[in-house]
């Protein structure tokens, strides 16, 4: 165990909260370290909510280029349930993923004049995006008919059988353009795919084949989407390959689906990773563009082909709310290698960070005027549903005079003292008699601002000797104390707001600037 994380000393803090004998570990986060000893109460009661909250919203998750033949068609035979395990919790604890198949589903051979690269997979592998945890995929892109025009039969068939829902293709062009109005949640959400490139085979009557762009017929099946369902969400393939920056054309075919009315619109076939963008869409409505997710799962050995991302957006009937950006190694198995941190306002939830997508209206932030009886400095305090179970609780950060313990002489005094000869905490009390219920040891990083959330906490860091803002967070309370999440750098607001729309205040950052 590191040091910094068994900094702690139950025993002066035990005594305060009334004898109650159990305590918790300090804990580390990123800097912020509580050398701590705590207690706690359980009370009963109603879980606090937002006023007016917002209709519960879903999480969809995209995912770039899937190919399961060649050099990877080998690793799914021997392996079949590692070739998606690494990244199998992220997909399937989405409401809705979807994928873009690179590879045909077909026992047909390969036809020369597709090309040399022969992706072609066999139609059993179909169950492993199910296993996956895949609900729906694409398969609108220029290698839907690399074994013959009968191939696109041949890979809905085998994706049907799997009840994986195919997007962008059909036996018909009403069929191929036809959005999917599928279930997630309690929300209906609209699937389209388009390819871009022109080689895929091209849905005729009584053939099956997939939707290609034309902007007349994928406006009209936008509109229609948008006419039909809470969400719609739009697949591209295409633009030029192994390019890092932005596709320039994707990017402003995207920017038309948008003000079309897609609330998402993602692409895939550039085989490396390209950056995710926030833009205005139809009617004020945030739409979230991505012009390449890279590859998934691939056998390419290109420089940046081996790196795939992972979309995940938070989306409601009023649109997108927040999303985040995964990163993942695209060989064989995939494997998840974790989210990145958003660099504006963001929300936690399921201590984990996302990308606010809107603005959102924070939560009063109720404060506790008469602190005068407190023993202690006070930087910042807020009253509200800490522990999670409706009733209330003070949420304190003050400083006071050193008192050695057992375990805070383990550290070096000039890093655990301000200029004054005091050390920073933070505490849960009793509103009505300032009775303690949960203190923390010495922080290394004060608590400059608060706001108290249901069952947690959103936190805004100093130093010991600067009041500016250096850092902010989130805190979880897990029923002896609270765990931190990673912090974000720089300063924020914060503040609490229901983005989700289950009832209870998330941990929100406000006015983080990107940078």
């Known amino acids: 165990m590191r040091l910094a994380a068994a900094l702690w000393s139950p025993a002066r803090t035990a005594n305060w909260a009334g004898g109650c004998a159990r305590t918790t570990l300090a804990f580390l986060a990123l800097g912020s370290v509580l050398l701590c000893g705590a207690c706690s109460h359980a009370n009963a009661g109603t879980t606090q909510t937002a006023s007016k909250a917002p209709k519960r919203a879903v999480r969809l998750l995209f995912a770039g280029d899937v190919m399961l033949g060649r050099g990877v068609a080998s690793v799914a035979k021997t392996s079949p349930y590692d070739l998606f395990a690494g990244i199998r919790f992220e997909v399937s604890s989405a409401d809705l993923a979807m994928a873009n198949l690179e590879s045909p589903l077909t026992t047909r051979p390969h036809v020369a004049a597709m090309g040399p690269d022969a992706l072609e997979a066999r139609p059993s592998s179909a169950r492993l995006l199910g296993l996956a945890g895949f609900d729906a995929v694409t398969i609108a892109n220029n290698h839907a008919g690399d074994a013959g025009p009968e191939t696109v039969g041949d890979t809905m068939r085998a994706l049907e059988a799997a009840k994986i829902t195919v997007v962008g293709a059909g036996s018909s062009p009403e069929q191929a353009f036809a959005p999917r109005i599928v279930r997630a949640g309690g929300l209906r959400v609209a699937l389209l795919a388009f390819d871009t490139t022109g080689q895929g085979p091209r849905a005729r009557k009584g053939r099956p084949g997939v939707a290609w762009w034309n902007a007349v017929l994928a406006r009209k099946a936008v509109e229609s989407a948008r006419s039909r369902a809470d969400v719609v969400v ?11 920056e932005t596709d320039p054309y994707l990017l402003r075919l995207e920017r038309q689906l948008a003000t079309w009315g897609a609330d998402i619109v993602w692409a895939a076939g550039p085989h490396v990773v390209q950056p995710v963008h926030l833009i ?3 009617s004020d409505r945030p739409a979230i563009v991505a012009t390449s997710l890279g590859n998934l799962i691939f056998d390419q050995h290109i420089p940046g082909t081996r790196r795939g991302a992972l ?21 064989a198995p995939a494997s998840f290698i974790g989210w990145k941190a958003p660099r504006s306002s963001a929300v936690a939830l399921e201590s984990e960070w996302w990308t606010l997508a809107r603005p959102v209206t924070p939560a009063p932030v ?3 005027r008469n602190l005068a009886r407190f023993k202690g400095k006070v930087t910042a305090a807020a009253v509200g549903a800490a ?3 409706g009733e209330r609780q003070l949420v304190v950060s003050f400083r006071r005079p050193f008192r050695p313990t057992d375990v805070n002489v383990l550290v070096r005094r000039r890093l655990l003292l301000d200029r004054h000869g005091l050390t920073a905490h933070i505490g849960l009390y009793r509103p009505r008699d300032l009775r303690p219920l949960w203190v923390a040891g010495t922080l ?3 608590v400059a601002r608060l706001a108290v959330c249901d069952g947690s906490l959103a936190v805004a860091y100093s130093t010991l000797d600067n009041p500016s ?3 902010t967070g989130a805190w979880r309370w897990g029923g002896f104390g609270f765990t931190p999440q990673s912090d974000l750098n720089g300063p924020g607001i914060p503040a609490c707001a229901d983005v989700d729309g289950d009832g209870r205040l ?5 006015e983080r600037s990107s940078r």
């Open 234 to 244: 739009v697949a591209l393939h295409g633009g030029a390959p192994y390019a890092p």
């Open 280 to 282: 205005e869409g139809q």
């Open 311 to 331: 979309l995940e957006v938070l989306a409601g009937a009023d649109g997108v709310r927040a999303y985040r950006v995964g990163s993942t190694v695209a060989a």
């Open 366 to 368: 109720r404060r506790r």
């Open 387 to 389: 522990e999670g179970n």
């Open 444 to 446: 290394l990083r004060p």
């Open 469 to 471: 803002i250096v850092a």
């Open 506 to 510: 998330d941990p929100v950052i406000l």
